[in-house]
C-alpha cells in the first residue's frame, strides 16, 4: 500500500506576505469554512485574535510560511499554528487572555513538536522550535539550547514582536536547509501509537493504516487481518467452524491485529458480533478505561458528551476479559452471541490441573475437568453453523505457572473437536511455541492448512530502536558479547542506562521525558528484597490509575514510588521505564541464578518451567519502554544476608558487558 499524505494538513496556509496582505476576515472564513463543529463565540474570538497577533508580529518576516490549525493526527489535535522560516519549523500555542504560562500548555506544544520531530517525515532533521503565546503574562527571558534530537524546550512569549523573536532563533542557528513550504505541509505523516493510542483510533472508526508508521509495518498487518477476514467469510459461507493461530516477532502488533480485526466485523457485519477476549487483566481495565475515558470527553453529533458510566458499559462488549466470558458460559449452556472472537495471548490459556485446581478451590466447581483451551473451543462448538476463533500467540512471554502454551489448544481439537478447520502460521512450530510437546503430531490429524499471512514478521513497537527486543533476548541468553553488538547498533537512538542509585534513576527518567511522555518503575513480582529500598512488589496495584492518570495524581506512574511488575506490564508499555533488578534473577559464575524469597530466606529455583517463568518476567520488563530505559540495581547491604552486595555487583557487571553504561547523575543529553 503506497504511504499517503494527510488530509488536509490545515485550514489556512500561505506566505506570509500574502497572509499580511490578506483582510482578516477572509482568513477567518477560510478556518471556519474547514472546521468540522459549529463555532463557539470564544473559538472566534481566539481566532481574529491569534490572526491579529500574527498580522503584527510577524511583518518582519516576509519570506516566511504560515499555517494555521496544522494536524497532529496521533494526538487527534490541531497546532494553532506553524512558522516555517530559515530552514526551521516552529510550532506556536496560543492562549488568549492567558496571564501566565501553563504547565498544561507547555506540556501541550512540546507534544507538537515531539510529534513533528518523530513521525512527520520532512520533520525528522529538522530543527524545531515550540512556542507558547500567553497574551497577559509577563515576559519571559529567551533561551536558545537544543535537546540531542534538536527540539528546543518551548519559547515563552507575550505574542508581541514574533518575528523578532523567530528571525534571533534562526541567527543562532544559521546555515539551515532549504525548507520547501509545499512539500513540508504535504510530507507523510507516520505515527507509532501505543496500544492505549491505537485502541481509541480503532474504537473511533480510523483505519489501522492511518496509525501505524512503517510500510512494511501497515502491510503485514493489513495481509493479515485480509486474510483472516477472507478465512471467516469463507467459513460464514459454507457453515464451518474455524480457528486461527496469528504469531508474530515481539512488538508486531498481534493485539493491534486482533483489535483491528474486531473493529472491521463488528463495523462491516451488523449484528454478527465479534469481541477481544484477553486473560490479561490490567490490559483488559487499562484498555477500557482509556476508551471510557476518551469516548466520554468527545462530543456526539448533538453537542452533548456521554457519561463516563455509559461510556464503560459500551466498551464492555467491546474487549472483555476472558475469565469473565468463561465463568459466564460456566454456568450457561447458551451459544455465545459473538460469532468471531479474538483471544490474546492463547498461549497464556491455563492446562488441566491449574484451571481444575482453581475451579475447585475458588469457585467451589468440583465437577470442572477440562482445560480452559477445551472449555472455550466448547463454548463456541455450541454454535449450530459457522462461528471462528482467533488465537493471537506469543513466544517466549508465559509468565505464570500454569500456562500451558500451545499443547492444549491442539490436545483439544484433535480428541474432542477434530472437525474444527485450523489455520496456522508458518512459525507455530518453533520452540517458542510448543514447549517441546509434540504439536506437529497433535495437528496430523487435523484439517490444518499452513499460512504464511498469519505471521507478523515486523516489529512496529518501538520507532526508536527495531532491534531492542533482539537485545534483550541475547541479554536474557546469557550471551554478553552479540548483546554488545546489538547494542552499538541502537545505542544513540534508544539510551539505555545503569545506576545503583533510585534516586538518580529517578532523575534519569526525569529528565529524559519531556512533554507529556510517561515514566514509571517496573520490578519483578519475585523482586521481594527491593522492599527495603523502597519499592514493594506486593503492594495493592492499581492499573488504569498508574497508566492513565496525570503527574499530580500520587498514584500514577510520574511519582515514581510505586513498580508495576510484568503482571502489570505485559502487553502494555511507556516511553520511558525504570527497571528495578533485584537478585531473583541474577549471574554468578557466568550463568544466570534463579531464586525465590521463601519466609526468610532466597531459594534456588529448580523447575526447568519455573527458570523459564523467571527469564521471560525479566524479558517482559526490559521490553517496556518506547524510548528508552534506566536499570537500578541497589548497592546491597553487607548485614544483611539476603541483599549481598555480591550478588548485585555480579548482575551489574554482567550488564556492562553487554554493552550498558553506568549513569552517574548528570544527563549529557538534555538540553543545555
Known amino acids: 500500500m503506497p504511504e499517503r499524505s494527510m488530509l488536509r494538513p490545515a485550514y489556512y496556509d500561505a506566505q506570509i506576505s500574502e497572509f499580511l496582505r490578506s483582510d482578516p476576515d477572509a482568513i477567518y472564513g477560510q478556518l471556519g469554512k474547514h472546521h468540522s463543529h459549529s463555532l463557539e463565540l470564544t473559538e472566534k474570538v481566539a481566532w481574529l485574535e491569534q490572526i491579529q497577533i500574527l498580522r503584527q508580529g510577524l511583518h518582519s518576516i516576509p519570506e516566511g510560511w504560515l499555517a494555521f490549525e496544522f494536524s497532529i493526527p496521533r494526538m487527534g489535535k490541531r497546532a494553532d499554528a506553524i512558522v516555517l522560516f530559515g530552514g526551521i519549523v516552529f510550532v506556536i500555542e496560543f492562549k488568549i487572555g492567558a496571564e501566565r504560562f501553563t504547565s498544561a500548555a507547555i506540556e501541550q506544544v512540546t507534544d507538537y513538536a515531539l510529534d513533528l520531530k518523530n513521525f512527520h517525515s520532512a520533520s525528522h532533521d529538522r530543527i524545531i522550535v515550540p512556542v507558547v503565546v500567553s497574551t497577559e503574562a509577563k515576559p519571559k527571558p529567551v533561551q536558545l539550547p537544543l535537546w540531542e534530537d534538536e527540539v528546543s524546550p518551548p519559547i515563552l512569549s507575550v505574542g508581541d514582536r514574533l518575528g523578532e523573536l523567530i528571525s534571533s532563533v534562526v541567527q543562532s542557528h544559521p546555515e539551515q536547509p532549504v525548507l520547501d513550504p509545499q512539500l513540508w505541509m504535504t510530507s507523510v505523516y507516520k505515527p507509532t501509537p501505543t496500544i492505549i493510542e491505537a485502541a481509541q483510533a480503532l474504537y473511533k472508526t480510523h483505519q489501522v493504516e492511518e496509525i501505524i508508521s512503517s510500510a512494511s509495518g501497515r502491510k503485514n498487518l493489513g495481509i493479515t487481518t485480509d486474510r483472516l477476514n477472507e478465512i471467516i467469510e469463507t467459513a460464514k459461507s459454507k457453515g464451518e467452524k474455524v480457528i486461527c493461530f496469528i504469531t508474530g516477532v515481539p512488538g508486531a502488533g498481534k493485539t493491534l491485529a486482533g483489535l483491528n480485526l474486531v473493529t472491521q466485523r463488528r463495523q462491516a457485519h451488523t449484528g454478527e458480533n465479534a469481541v477481544f477476549l484477553s486473560g490479561n487483566g490490567p490490559l483488559v481495565d487499562v484498555l477500557r478505561e482509556a476508551l471510557a475515558k476518551d469516548e466520554s470527553q468527545r462530543r456526539g453529533k448533538n453537542g452533548a458528551r456521554t457519561k463516563v458510566g455509559d461510556a464503560r ?350 549513569f552517574q547523575g548528570q544527563d549529557q543529553n538534555s538540553a543545555g
Open 313 to 662: 458499559r459500551k466498551v464492555k462488549s467491546f474487549i472483555q476479559n476472558i475469565h469473565h466470558f468463561r465463568d459466564h458460559y460456566r454456568e450457561s449452556l447458551t451459544a455465545p452471541h459473538e460469532m468471531t472472537v479474538v483471544f490474546d495471548e492463547a498461549q497464556r490459556a491455563w492446562d488441566r490441573d491449574k484451571i481444575v485446581k482453581f475451579m475447585r478451590d475458588r469457585k467451589g466447581d468440583k465437577d470442572f475437568n477440562v482445560s480452559e483451551p477445551e472449555f472455550l473451543i466448547g463454548v463456541m462448538n455450541r454454535h449450530p453453523g459457522w462461528c471462528a476463533i482467533v488465537c493471537l500467540v506469543g513466544g517466549g512471554q508465559e509468565i505464570y505457572a500454569g500456562e500451558a502454551g500451545l499443547s492444549e489448544w491442539f490436545l483439544a481439537l484433535s480428541q474432542r473437536y477434530p472437525k474444527w478447520k485450523v489455520f496456522t502460521s508458518d512459525q507455530l512450530l518453533q520452540p517458542d511455541y510448543h514447549w517441546g510437546k509434540d504439536l506437529r503430531g497433535m495437528i496430523s490429524s487435523l484439517d490444518h492448512q499452513v499460512d504464511g499471512d498469519l505471521h507478523l514478521a515486523v516489529a512496529i513497537r518501538s520507532f526508536r530502536a527495531e532491534k531492542l527486543s533482539q537485545f534483550v533476548n541475547e541479554l536474557v541468553a546469557g550471551d554478553p558479547e552479540s548483546a554488545r553488538t546489538t547494542y552499538q547498533a541502537i545505542r544513540k537512538t534508544y539510551p539505555i542506562a545503569l545506576t545503583r542509585s533510585l534516586e538518580v534513576a529517578r532523575v534519569w527518567l526525569r529528565t529524559k521525558a519531556r512533554g507529556s511522555e510517561r515514566y514509571g518503575l517496573v520490578a519483578s513480582a519475585g523482586a521481594m528484597r527491593l522492599k527495603p529500598e523502597g519499592i514493594f512488589v506486593k503492594a495493592p496495584f492499581d492499573a488504569p490509575t498508574w497508566f492513565l492518570n496525570s503527574r499530580d495524581d500520587v498514584r500514577s506512574s510520574f511519582y515514581l514510588e510505586d513498580a508495576a511488575t510484568e503482571f502489570a506490564v505485559q502487553g502494555l508499555e511507556l516511553d520511558w521505564i525504570g527497571v528495578c533488578w533485584d537478585v531473583d534473577f541474577s549471574r554468578q559464575n557466568d550463568s544466570w541464578v534463579y531464586r525465590a524469597f521463601k519466609g526468610t530466606r532466597w531459594q534456588n529455583v529448580k523447575a526447568e518451567r519455573d527458570r523459564k517463568y523467571l527469564a521471560n518476567a525479566y524479558r517482559v520488563l526490559l521490553t517496556r519502554a518506547r524510548q528508552g530505559m534506566v536499570i537500578y540495581i541497589p548497592p546491597g547491604d553487607p548485614l544483611d544476608p539476603t541483599r549481598s552486595p555480591i550478588l548485585y555487583d555480579g548482575i551489574a557487571d554482567y550488564l556492562e558487558r553487554c554493552g550498558i553504561g553506568h
